[in-house]
């Protein structure tokens, strides 16, 4: 927890950056920073109690919603829109932010109505559908937008996005697509991974178990942890290019850790905990939010 307040003492008095119109170019980015700024000052309401926390939170959330009206660059069946990555990625922050915030003071029904509407009608139309780790993220968030908006039968067709991808993963856990991009097939399996394990673990809160979905050709989810977990370890025999790049391990390895317990996983969860604000998605403070010690039961 004293990473995000020791954090949040410096986001608190950060003003928002909202676009009128949103394109994003790159990775990185005010809507990047903004949605993360949103979901962790909600996070550190909730466990301080600290108002100034959650007004600020909400304030990051609104003034996007009143400001941004329209977005370039988004198009869910095609890779060269960035917009429609990052978009999906990261917005599920601003969800988790309103989550936290419901029923307070600090975010009010008619603003809580304006997000709705933006997020029906602006955003969720942006999500990525490709069938690689762009369609992952973009599932992921219509998994969050659908379930907040009570939306039962974009829930299911979210999840049935999910199953359909899931589809692709081969029974010893590689992802086709994913390792097919060279030398950096082991990073984007773990961005795949990433929306996959996140979606997984919202749906669960539905009663719907996509932990153990076995696809067409065999895969499914643990499996495919398991594939990474290996070569994450030792990279040195990945078996789709010589000279592979290794990321830092990414924040669902908590979710996944506190899943199964997973001895294998204990070195990739400890190489960065606590799993805090670094990242560029929406799956971040998983240590807080989900983290168990290691050897638990």
Known sequence: MADLLDWAEQAVDRSPDPAERLRIKGTEGPFVEDTAAAYG??????????DTYAEAAARFIMAWV???????RT???????QTSLIISRTVPGFVFAADLLEGSAFLTA?????????????????????????????TFTRIVLTDYLGDQAGFEAAIGKWR???????????????????????GYTQEA?????????????????LWSYVGAEGGSLKPAIDYLARYMTDHTDWPWSERVRRRAPSAFWE?????????????????RRPHGHVGHSAVRWTTLTNGVPFGDP
């Open 41 to 50: 000052l909600a996070l550190a309401w909730a466990v301080t109690g600290d």
């Open 66 to 72: 009143d400001t941004t009206v329209s977005t370039e």
């Open 75 to 81: 198009c869910p069946d095609d890779g060269a829109c």
């Open 110 to 138: 008619d603003e809580e109505e304006r997000l709705r509407r933006w997020l029906r009608d602006l955003i969720l139309p942006t999500a990525s559908e490709l069938d690689n780790n762009w369609g992952d993220a973009g």
């Open 164 to 186: 359909e991808l899931m589809d692709l993963v081969a029974a010893d856990g590689h992802i086709p697509e994913e390792v097919a991009r060279g030398r950096a097939g082991l």
């Open 193 to 209: 991974l990433d929306y996959k394990v996140a979606a997984a673990a919202i749906a669960d809160r539905r009663a719907v178990d």
């Open 255 to 271: 979710i996944a850790y506190a899943k199964w317990q997973e001895a294998s996983y204990e070195p990739l969860v400890a190489e």
